[in-house]
């Protein structure tokens, strides 16, 4: 199973970005997934989750209410729409699989897939 993100980039602050992250060797719908991120000198960090068929959600508090996480199987693709971006949103976003379809654990060592990161950086 590999996966590909795509979509970050330069923004300004209360921008909007969409990540994508798009799994081949395997069928998306057998897995649960998430994104984290990775700030320079910050250990990775929970983002958002969301169950194989998208019923369910966790976002993290730091981003609640203007993060959204959904998938579209059937694409074999999963989103992370970002709103009002903040400076402190800057950093390295990767997309990782759970073999458990029901899982939202922000635990990263609980996946087992991850996805190369896409960087995103939002100015002040």
């Known amino acids: 199973v590999q996966l590909q993100a795509s979509g970050g980039g330069l923004v300004q602050a209360g921008g909007s970005l969409r990540l994508s992250c798009v799994i081949s060797?395997?069928?998306?719908?057998?897995?649960?997934m998430g994104w984290f991120r990775q700030a320079p000198g910050k250990e990775r960090e929970f983002v958002a989750a969301?169950?194989?068929?998208?019923?369910?959600?966790s976002v993290a508090d730091s981003a609640k209410g203007r993060f959204s996480i959904s998938r579209d199987n059937a694409r074999d693709t999963v989103y992370l729409q970002m709103n009002s971006l903040k400076p402190e949103d800057t950093a390295v976003y990767s997309c990782?699989?759970?073999?458990?379809?029901?899982?939202?654990?922000?635990?990263?060592?609980?996946?087992?897939?991850w996805g190369q990161g896409t960087q995103v950086t939002v100015s002040s």
């Open positions: 990782a699989a759970h073999r458990h379809p029901y899982s939202r654990s922000e635990t990263p060592s609980d996946c087992d897939y």
């Open positions: 060797g395997g069928s998306l719908s057998s897995y649960a």
């Open positions: 969301i169950v194989w068929s998208g019923t369910m959600t």
